[in-house]
């Protein structure tokens, strides 16, 4: 974000996105998807590494499809990739990024659950598991943890199945 006479000033693509956001958790998810789908038409596949990244990271919570889901979070992985710390004019928006990342890879894994690829699903959550120290030990932070906590026990409750992959959950008596 640009600085001007001591202050930061706003990103009006991060407001817009964040506008969105509140649309969508005030239950009209339908109205967000197409918002959000015009916002990312606006900005493009060649947009801002940071825009991109935020945008279909919530994007994908408005999908119907798993498969969409996924295609929305693998979006938002990749943008955040291209933003490094090598990029010195970057450098807070890459730190910005960081802190998303737990949350990414979580995302991620719960798309492949979804989709029951568990072996991929636990990959991520790995990742994710990973990436939380990046995290503030603040409400965001706490949460994403706790959540990240509880797919890995969704997913050792489910244990491995014949051939090393992971089956349904298993009835319990």
């Given at each position: 974000m640009a600085e001007r006479q001591g202050q930061t000033v706003p990103d009006a693509v991060l407001t817009r996105i964040g506008q969105v956001?509140?649309?969508?958790?005030?239950?009209?998810?339908?109205?967000?998807?197409?918002?959000?789908?015009?916002?990312?038409?606006?900005?493009?596949?060649?947009?801002?590494?940071?825009?991109?990244?935020?945008?279909?990271?919530?994007?994908?919570?408005?999908?119907?499809?798993?498969?969409?889901?996924l295609a929305w979070d693998l979006r938002a992985l990749t943008a955040a990739e291209e933003l490094t710390d090598d990029r010195p004019?970057?450098?807070e928006e890459a730190l910005a990024v960081r802190a998303l990342y737990p949350s990414l890879h979580l995302n991620l894994a719960a798309d492949y659950v979804k989709l029951g690829r568990s072996e991929?699903?636990?990959?991520?959550?790995?990742?994710?598991?990973?990436?939380?120290?990046?995290?503030?030990?603040?409400?965001?932070?706490?949460g994403v943890r706790a959540a990240i906590s509880r797919l890995e026990l969704r997913l050792a409750?489910?244990?491995?199945?014949?051939?090393?992959?992971?089956?349904?959950p298993r009835q319990r008596p």
């Amino acid at each position: 974000m640009a600085e001007r006479q001591g202050q930061t000033v706003p990103d009006a693509v991060l407001t817009r996105i964040g506008q969105v956001v509140m649309l969508h958790h005030a239950g009209d998810r339908e109205e967000a998807r197409h918002r959000f789908l015009d916002l990312w038409a606006e900005i493009g596949e060649h947009g801002h590494p940071l825009h991109r990244c935020t945008l279909a990271h919530y994007l994908a919570d408005t999908q119907d499809d798993p498969s969409d889901e996924l295609a929305w979070d693998l979006r938002a992985l990749t943008a955040a990739e291209e933003l490094t710390d090598d990029r010195p004019a970057e450098r807070e928006e890459a730190l910005a990024v960081r802190a998303l990342y737990p949350s990414l890879h979580l995302n991620l894994a719960a798309d492949y659950v979804k989709l029951g690829r568990s072996e991929a699903a636990r990959t991520h959550l790995r990742r994710a598991r990973g990436a939380a120290a990046a995290l503030a030990d603040d409400g965001y932070g706490n949460g994403v943890r706790a959540a990240i906590s509880r797919l890995e026990l969704r997913l050792a409750e489910e244990g491995p199945a014949a051939g090393g992959g992971w089956g349904p959950p298993r009835q319990r008596p």
